[in-house]
């Protein structure tokens, strides 16, 4: 498609989908080979440096560190997604409450998403964690609720701002009904700021994920999580400062490749910014 | 006020957007600057003020009065705009700060160039309102914009241009986004003013025939050069460039002229 | 292009009595709630249109003037069954004999195949994310017209004067006169009866008003057009129209051949609005 084309094109669409690209293959390969078992803790083998054998290195208990990472990035990819999957259902049904209802509804929807809007995710997260119990479950509820009620509101003004452009009416007139229209013109203009926000979603998941985990809310013991593992490393910071980079840079890498892309994408969908169009000959009447 | 502009280069990008031109307005003269879009007439507009974007780089002469503007500091330019020069801009919605009310905005050249204290400039504000004939002035400065209607907005923004007495009035397309019976008493305004005060006045349009109720003598620019200069009627009359007969016969096309 | 005059208009302005109506408004009123101050009190109700009465005959040009907020654009979607949502009102508007009634777009779809609108802004009337040629198509497509869409809109494109390859380009690429051209292939392009414009040339540049004016001639002599248009451009309508109605506050206030009314307006508000038209003549010293 044009829009992968155009995404690629450009290094700040092209570096974070390569990245993330890479964070997914790693998912999936890891599902099946990591290069040692992530969890065998080998006593005589701890705090490794760099070799062959543990390119990463090794942790407190002896654990393969690339193994552990990679085998942590499936946790990343199965919580970002199923919290971009809640967001998305939740967003676009306020969304659609708050602008195509019935006036009341119209009106209860929007003081509702105004209230929730103003509730911190991470540490609804937290609330939800201590009352719950911690989980990834409750990490994927959080987030996308969270920015469920982000993505309605944003996309309630969205779809009011299409729906009321010229360029709907004119479809009108020329036969379109409410579905032709939602789907010709309505969708694809509303959609690409809802990109963004879906990537933003993404990318506070994988840090409230690790986040949680950190503090021994998110994943169980288990679980291969990142911020498990910085949770894991995190008393003998002073005396082997490195092997904590691994995880830390995933996180970060992901986390901040999520917040470019969704730019990106938006940007890429948008034919006024093509980088390969040009002005028509100025032959024809002005 | 008299301005001078001579031989006006302006380049960006390597472009020539205006490749010299030539204004000249005589004290109390009114003065339009006509042509297609694109053709320069804003550009001039904004180097007198010295607001051109960023990376442009002018060359040649604008005298206000004989003082010569082109190169001044910036310092020297903010203290000319809004106290000698007045502007008026085309579109009266993003013209005015839909959060500050509309008598302060007007009281604002005054308060600026430190030539009143409070009280006197909402005197002045107040007044300049009803010269402008907005209804219920003393009211009405207390109004935000989103509550006037589009041609009270650009009586504001008239007011505001106007309330120093400035000896130079700038309007740039200013009835262009009006209907056509707030356009004629804007204009039958502009007409006035501009002999009340004794200002002079450069006004800029595309369309001939608002430029025929307020102008006197015409400049008209095509593609960044003057290619025509005559007064009103002889223009109308016979115009000796191909864009003003363009100009002219579009004006005519386009208008209706009362038997 | 001022050729040899048109025999549907007589030089006088007069449209031949013996042509049959095509559109037909009776009793046409619209009301709008406008936002209420206090949380339990209905808000205050604008009337936009009052009561009008509204005859367009086959071939004639007729022109609908007025003052910002006089209502002529409201009682023009009126007309079209093209209303807001919030607009409330009764009245009866007919089609060469068939009713419109206001409902879902299959129901209209005869109305809208032999119809079409060209709105105000050239910028705001085409979707930025489509290209020229499925925008022109939209009509062809929301009625399911049979027969070659790709031929159909290079061929109309080449009508309005734009490059047979403006079809494969974005509209941001195209200027506002091109733009409003493009427009005007769009209501044209299902061959239909009526052509509706709402201010169509008010946001040109006055050089590029006439080219689109002289279209807007030539597209009514070539495929035999009724031409319906809003505006507030006294001016323009001597060059445009066969008839006048002048509206004012929503109510029809005067109405004639445009010689007459523009030479000898009889109401005050007619009146106005002639004597506030600029023209070429200079007005007097002072």
């Given amino acids: 498609m044009t829009v992968l084309r155009e995404l690629l094109r450009r290094p700040r669409g092209a570096v974070p989908a390569a990245w993330l690209a890479l964070v997914a293959l790693a998912a999936l390969v890891s599902r099946w080979w990591t290069p040692q078992d992530p969890f065998r803790a080998d006593p005589y083998q701890q705090w490794q440096g760099p070799s062959v054998a543990h390119p990463f290195g090794t942790d407190a208990v002896g654990r393969d560190v690339l193994s552990y990472v990679l085998a942590a990035s499936g946790t990343t990819v199965v919580v970002a997604v199923a919290s971009a999957a809640v967001a998305v259902v939740v967003g676009v049904l306020l969304a659609a409450l708050g602008s195509l209802a019935r006036r009341w509804v119209r009106e209860v929807t929007v003081v509702l998403v105004d209230v929730l809007v103003a509730f911190p995710t991470i540490l609804v997260a937290m609330a939800l964690a201590a009352v719950f119990g911690g989980s990834l479950g409750v990490v994927v509820v959080a987030v996308g609720v969270g920015y469920g009620v982000a993505i309605g509101r944003v996309g309630r003004g969205e779809l009011r701002r299409v729906a009321t452009s010229d360029y709907v009416l004119a479809g009108r007139a020329a036969g379109l009904g409410a579905w032709g229209s939602l789907r010709r013109h309505v969708l694809p203009n509303a959609a690409p700021v809802l990109v963004v926000q879906v990537s933003l979603a993404m990318a506070t998941s994988v840090l409230a994920e690790a986040g949680l985990s950190f503090l021994g809310y998110g994943a169980s013991a288990a679980t291969p999580s990142w911020g498990r593992l910085l949770s894991d490393l995190q008393p003998f910071l002073a005396v082997h400062p490195w092997t904590v980079a691994w995880p830390g840079l995933a996180i970060t890498l992901t986390v901040l490749s999520l917040n470019l892309l969704g730019d990106a994408l938006r940007d890429a969908a948008d034919p006024r910014l093509r980088t390969s169009g040009r002005r028509p000959a100025e032959r024809t009447a002005p | 006020m008299t301005l001078d502009v001579t031989d006006l280069v302006v380049e960006l990008d390597g472009r020539r957007l205006l490749d010299g031109v030539d204004l000249h307005v005589p004290d109390g003269g009114r003065v339009g600057l006509v042509g297609a879009s694109g053709s320069g007439k804003s550009l001039t507009v904004l180097a007198v003020l010295g607001l051109l974007p960023e990376g442009a780089v002018a060359r040649g002469s604008v005298r206000l009065d004989g003082r010569e503007l082109l190169g001044l500091p910036e310092r020297e330019l903010a203290r000319v705009r809004g106290r000698l020069v007045g502007t008026v801009f085309q579109d009266p919605r993003s013209a005015l700060d839909p959060v500050q009310r509309v008598g302060r905005q007007i009281a604002e050249p005054l308060r600026l160039h430190r030539l009143a204290g409070r009280a006197e400039a909402r005197r002045r504000a107040v007044e300049a309102a009803r010269e402008v004939d907005l209804p219920d002035p003393g009211t009405l400065v207390d109004a935000y914009p989103h509550q006037l209607s589009g041609g009270q907005r650009q009586r504001v923004g008239i007011a505001t241009a106007l309330v120093t007495r400035p000896g130079l009035v700038l309007a740039d397309e200013p009835t262009t986004a009006l209907d056509v019976t707030t356009q004629a008493s804007v204009l039958a305004l502009f007409r006035r003013l501009v002999t009340d005060h004794g200002s002079s006045l450069v006004f800029v349009t595309h369309d001939l025939a608002v430029l025929a109720q307020v102008a006197t003598d015409v400049v008209v620019l095509a593609h960044g050069r003057v290619v025509e200069r005559a007064t009103v009627p002889d223009l109308l009359r016979s115009p000796a460039s191909a864009e003003a007969r363009e100009l002219v016969a579009a004006a005519r096309a386009t208008t209706w002229s009362a038997p | ?286």
Avoid at chain 3, 33 to 49: E, T
Avoid at chain 3, 247 to 259: K, N, Q, S, T
Wanted: hydrophobic letters at 45%; charged letters at 25%.
């Fill in chain 3, 1 to 286: 292009m001022s050729a040899a005059p048109d025999p549907r208009t007589p030089a006088d302005g007069t449209a031949p009595a013996t042509a049959a109506p095509l559109l037909v408004a009776r009793g046409v009123d619209r009301t709008f709630r406008l936002p209420r101050s206090a949380p339990f009190s209905p808000g205050p109700v604008r009337h936009a249109v009052v009561d009008v009465d509204l005859d367009v005959r086959r071939g004639e040009s007729v022109a609908l003037i007025g003052g910002s907020g006089s209502g002529k654009s409201t009682l023009v979607r009126a007309l079209l069954a093209l209303d807001a949502p919030s607009a409330r009102g009764r009245g009866t508007v007919t089609f060469d004999g068939r009713e419109v009634r206001d409902g879902r777009a299959a129901r209209l779809r005869w109305f809208r195949r032999r119809t079409g609108v060209v709105l105000q802004d050239p910028y705001a009337s085409l979707d930025p994310r489509q290209r020229v040629g499925r925008i022109v198509a939209e009509p062809l497509e929301a009625l399911r017209l049979p027969g070659d869409h790709r031929a159909l809109v290079a061929d109309v494109l080449a009508r309005v004067g734009l490059e047979p390859d403006a079809a494969d380009r974005w509209p941001h690429q195209f200027s506002g006169g091109q733009r409003q051209r493009v427009a005007l292939a769009r209501a044209v392009v299902h061959g239909p009866d009526l052509l509706v414009g709402d201010e169509p040339l008010s946001a040109l540049d006055v050089a590029v008003r006439a080219q689109v004016l002289d279209l807007l001639r030539e597209l009514r002599r070539d495929l035999g057009l009724t031409l319906l248009t809003v505006t507030h451009d006294v001016g323009l309508v001597s060059h445009l129209a066969d008839t006048v109605v002048v509206l004012d506050a929503g109510r029809v206030v005067e109405r004639g051949p445009v010689g007459r009314v523009l030479r000898a307006p009889e109401h005050p508000v007619t009146r106005a609005l002639v004597a506030a038209v600029p023209t070429l003549d200079v007005p007097p010293a002072g």
